[in-house]
């Protein structure tokens, strides 16, 4: 019998959902950089004829993650005078470490801030990554593989989203810092204070570990800044030492505090290699490898996205011959806490379609000791910040982007999208002729970008947030009340487009409005639960009123 369109498309749907998050690339450690030269940079006020304000002298950006790493390239070309210091704890962002090394959806969100900020690139973001309409995803199943499934294209109009390895994008953004910008790698920041006396702040940094202290010749280095640009992340130590407590809102989802680790297996690794089925996996497809186990904290299953191979050649880092296999799980779940070889035991049990040994094993020698030492990922719940900027005078003041902003699980894949969207939003308050101080321009990004942070955080919480196959009996309840919820609406707005949306996550790849795309859920939610109050009040009526 043929699926039903519905059953055709929720399928995919659901190994989209299943894949669509996680998945860690890893790189080996790179070689520290040399020490920067130790400064403490002045922060007296600029003046640029195309601004009606003093432009800010120095910036200090705290983070180098995606965020940071594009506030800096964008803020370098719109204050060429300014001073501007880039400061991250890792040692150099551009080599990740493998908790850090997942796949990741740039979407037509994050490809505006591409096409604006690196067209002149050598390397593209083609052709560092798959285009989402590009691969097909195969089930490989305990016995058999299913057929492959090509991915739904959702909105042909659009641009296609690529699936990018985090540490790819991050080396393909670095690429595109000037020269101007001061790097300080390997510097936690630990201090942050406002000086009335020079109104700007003083960053003070040191050493984030021991074996990097050689970087900093004092304890504390420090920059001066009347802009501090906090991209550090969801616990962002800037947000919550110079932003009014408490500092964030936050918003229960049944994806938070799941653990995100990642299993590195060969990219062209082979399945049921002792069978007459033998598949050689091609690195440009996706594949969901399911279990043998069934049980509450055993069940896994594997997603393992696409990645393109020569991405690392291309951008000179050190060629990983691996990709990530994401595992998502409760932190109960047996394989947070197991030790190497109970791993071996259950990959092995759990897996017959793949081999974990010998010549023909899908990870390489050492991977399950690397797997059980990483601590992965703790999904947050979502949250956004209450504010997004907060000044100390006229000229001085901090802004928040990225997840230091608004976090949340990665569902809807839009972490990155988002802070790129931020990094243009501030870009353009910045840069309007409309204000008459920094402080006025920064109160203008946050009247644009907070009711969109607030909603696409809404928008995280309702989505998506039952991909991950989450375990125990209220999970699984939710879980086919949300899948009949999203079939119900994907049908009504098959018919009825004016009137029904569909769920969320289709329109977050059509819509670039995180407002109006709720907005328009909300409306068909108050409509269903209309219509069903209605017919359960006929109902009940009928049976009250007999004959
Ligand atoms: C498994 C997984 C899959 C994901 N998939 C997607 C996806 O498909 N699409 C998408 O858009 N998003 C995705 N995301 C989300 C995305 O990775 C994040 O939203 C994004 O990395 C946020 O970027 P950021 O620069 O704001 O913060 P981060 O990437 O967290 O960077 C913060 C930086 O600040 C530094 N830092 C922190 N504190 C300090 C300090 N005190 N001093 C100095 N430096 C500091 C850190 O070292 C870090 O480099 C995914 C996330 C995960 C975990």
Known sequence: MMPHPICSISRRLIVLIVLINASCFGFAPSAPRASPPRRTLPAQLACDPRFAYDTPASIAIVGAGPAGIAAA????????????????????????????????????????????????????????????????IQVLETDLPKPPIPLPIVDS?????????RGHFVKLLSNSLPESVSTFYGSKVSKVEYVSSKDSYEVSFSSSSDDLSFLHENDLDKVEANLIVAADGKNSFIRENTFEQPTTQRRNSPAGKLRFKALQVRADFTA??????????????????????????????LGILPIKSTASSLLSLPVNKCRPANIITRDDHFIQSANANDLQDFFED???????????????????????NSPGTVFPHPQHAKRLK?????????????????????????????????????????????????????????????PETKALVRLAQISNPFQYKQTGFMSKLRQKLWTANFITRLVLHKFFPQVFSANAFF?????????????????????????????????????????
């Open 157 to 165: 109009n659009r641009p296609t989203p690529y699936w990018v390895q």
């Open 73 to 136: 390239i964008s803020l370098s070309k719109l204050y060429p005078s300014s001073a501007i210091s880039l400061i991250d704890e890792t040692p150099d962002p551009k080599f990740f470490d493998m908790t850090k090394s997942y796949l990741q959806l740039v979407d037509f969100r994050g490809l505006s801030f591409i096409d604006r900020h690196l067209s002149s690139a050598s390397v593209k973001l083609e052709d560092i990554s798959i285009p989402n309409n590009e691969f097909i």
């Open 507 to 547: 329109a977050l790849q059509s819509e670039a409005s995180y407002v109006k795309i709720l907005r328009r859920c909300d409306r068909t939610t108050a409509l269903l639960s209309t219509i069903t109050a209605s017919l359960l009040f006929l109902l009940s009526s009928k049976k009250l009123i007999p004959g």
């Open 272 to 301: 049921y290699a002792n069978s007459s089925d033998v598949l050689q996996s091609d690195p440009s497809n996706a594949y969901a490898v399911r279990s043998v186990k069934k049980g509450y904290d055993t069940k896994l299953d």
């Open 350 to 372: 759990s897996f017959p379609q793949l081999s974990f040994s010998g010549k023909i094993s899908v990870i390489e020698k050492g991977e399950f000791s690397r797997f059980a």
């Open 390 to 450: 907060t000044t100390a005078s006229p000229n001085s003041g901090v802004v928040l982007i990225g997840d230091a902003a608004h976090a949340f699980p990665p569902d809807i894949a839009q972490g990155i999208n988002a802070a790129l969207v931020d990094v243009l939003e501030l870009e353009s308050a910045l840069s309007s002729t409309n204000h008459n101080s920094l402080a006025d321009a920064l109160c203008s990004y946050q009247k644009v970008r907070m």
